[in-house]
């Protein structure tokens, strides 16, 4: 027997897609302008599926268990512009910044990289800047899903498996990673 349980996060963040590109043929009048590929923004959801063939007090977990993913979710996406350090626009965008800086969950996991604004003296300027959560992919809902996953998968290995992630674009849209993460070394 096998449970599986999940908790739903929201939060507001904007991205852009880069790299897309489509096929006239299999979109609505032959369309090929990928809108993605501008500055937008999304009312995101996270849910986190855990699992266990054993219960522990006769539950997978407790749901508080995941009090630090939602506190990692505001701290550090909500209400952020997620850009992929390797966006041809990146330097524009956040040019001013004197270096990017990798953020650390538990001093191990890299989860993302921080702008050195140290350098900046005009608030406005650090205001926008303090905007941003950079990664190191093109922030699809798919790696994102995937990044989430990895991210809990990490923090939790002591208390339950992750089984799988959704990450909802908007509520008709939604990218699902499923898997066992395989190699932590990968991720550090």
Known sequence: MVWDISKEFNFCYGHRVWSQSLIGAF?????????????HGHEGKVEVHLTSEYLENGMVTDFLHLGWLKTFIDNTIDHKFIIDKNDPMFLHFVGAAKSIEPNLLDGLLKVGYSL??????NPHEKEILDGFFIVDFVPTSEKLSEWMFN??????????KVSRIDWWETPKSRSTYIGWR???EALI
């Open 27 to 39: 979109t609505e009048k032959g369309n090929t302008a990928c809108k993605c590929r501008h500055l």
């Open 116 to 121: 050195d604004t140290s350098n900046i003296v």
């Open 151 to 160: 991210l809990v998968a990490f923090k939790m290995q002591r208390l339950a």
């Open 182 to 184: 395989q190699n932590q």
